[in-house]
């Protein structure tokens, strides 16, 4: 009752998890959007090592004035951190954040031992 209560006070987000949009492209192309409002560019950061991708953020906080009395205080100024797996093989071609949601385009690339080859067969019997 008490975690019920704290969420409909606005002591503590409905959810801490930003959503997300993962799209397919083509064979190798993705798209992930996250929804971010309130974010600037300069308060995200976005890294991919290991074969995992971190978006990260972090608002500047205001500063508090004392004479102001709160009501409700719904919209938080916290940080967040997600998580991807995208295994090896894997670049980030860009990333652009537009009216709140950052879109990432990524792209496997497939290393040429791996490709699948096409082996020609030789008729003998022409011969």
């Not at 492209?25 to 950061?45: A, F, M, R």
């Amino acid at each position: 009752m008490d975690r019920l209560f704290s969420q409909l006070t606005g002591n503590r987000p409905l959810t801490s998890e930003h959503p997300y949009n993962l799209k397919q492209i083509n064979e190798s192309n993705y798209q992930l959007t996250v929804s971010v409002p309130g974010y600037k560019e300069d308060e995200l950061s976005v890294s991919l090592k290991g074969g995992k991708l971190y978006v990260q953020g972090e608002q500047s906080t205001e500063l508090v004035n004392d004479s102001e009395k709160w009501i409700h205080q719904g919209i938080t100024q916290n940080k967040f951190s997600l998580e991807f797996n995208l295994g090896k093989n894997v670049k980030i071609e860009n990333a652009e954040l537009s009216s709140g949601l950052l879109t990432l385009n990524i792209e496997y690339e497939i290393p040429e031992e791996e490709k699948p080859r096409v082996i020609a067969i030789e008729n003998k019997d022409t011969k």
